[in-house]
């Protein structure tokens, strides 16, 4: 069983960083498509970044330059470092697996894509 388990949220003042974590479990060595979500409340979700199992790593065209995606040497946990961060970066963050490398295609994931999903965690920057 595929599990994805989000860590590293929590609230910042404008300016600040935060590093989120996505432990993957279950078939670390079969995954072919890791991706960033993030949902702010009354908005749709929206794509971060994806990284591949080539570790080729895209980055929506809105997301460039102040977010940053890296994964362990063993493949099992993918992380998100944000940094410069605004009140308009609150939301809850999700990362999402898929055993597809089609799902890494494009400039920016798509949800409905992703298989696999974890809990997500909560990220708030105060103004």
């Known amino acids: 069983q595929v599990q994805l388990v989000e860590s590293g949220g929590g609230s910042v003042e404008t300016g600040g960083s935060l590093k989120v974590s996505c432990e993957v479990f279950?078939?670390?060595?079969?995954?072919?498509?890791v991706a960033w979500f993030r949902q702010a409340p009354g908005k749709e979700r929206e794509g971060i970044a994806t990284?591949?199992?080539?570790?080729?790593?895209t980055y929506a065209d809105s997301m460039k330059g102040r977010f940053t995606v890296s994964q362990d040497s063993a493949q099992s946990t993918v992380y998100l470092q944000m940094n410069s961060l605004k009140p308009d970066d609150t939301a809850m963050y999700y990362c999402a697996a898929d055993r597809r490398l089609a799902s890494c295609a494009g400039n920016s994931p798509l949800p409905q894509r992703f298989e696999y999903w974890g809990q997500g965690t909560q990220v708030t920057v105060s103004s």
């Open positions: 279950g078939y670390t060595y079969s995954w072919r498509c």
């Open positions: 990284i591949d199992s080539d570790a080729v790593i």
